[in-house]
């Protein structure tokens, strides 16, 4: 499975952004996603995923403030960032599992994409 992230891009305090993963090479639908994030001179960090029947969890940090979604039809999962703030600066990445529960194992993980809030 190949999964790449867009939408990664420099934006100030407060501002909203969305990110996008198109997957390819493996049935979305039958998968759990997730994105995962990690700041300079930090570990990865879960911040939201979705189970293959629509279930979400997010991090204490983004909850409220992000939405994560998918669009099995077009191999597409999306997360939408509202009210960014500095600490959110952090490469992210698109993960796929390999159950349809996200309690499972990680199968796959994008290259990342960047994104500052800096004013």
């Known amino acids: 499975v190949q999964l790449v992230e867009s939408g990664g891009d420099l934006v100030q305090p407060g501002e909203s952004l969305k990110l996008s993963c198109a997957a390819s090479?493996?049935?979305?639908?039958?998968?759990?996603m997730g994105w995962y994030r990690q700041a300079p001179g930090e570990q990865r960090e879960l911040v939201a995923r979705i189970s293959a029947s629509g279930s979400t969890d997010y991090s204490d940090s983004v909850k409220g403030r992000f939405a994560i979604s998918r669009d099995n039809a077009k191999s597409m999962l999306y997360l939408q960032m509202s009210d960014l703030r500095p600490e959110d600066t952090a490469v992210y990445y698109c993960v796929q599992y390999y159950s349809a529960s996200f309690s499972g194992q990680i199968e796959s993980w994008g290259q990342g994409a960047q994104v500052t809030v800096s004013s």
């Open positions: 090479g493996s049935a979305l639908h039958i998968h759990a």
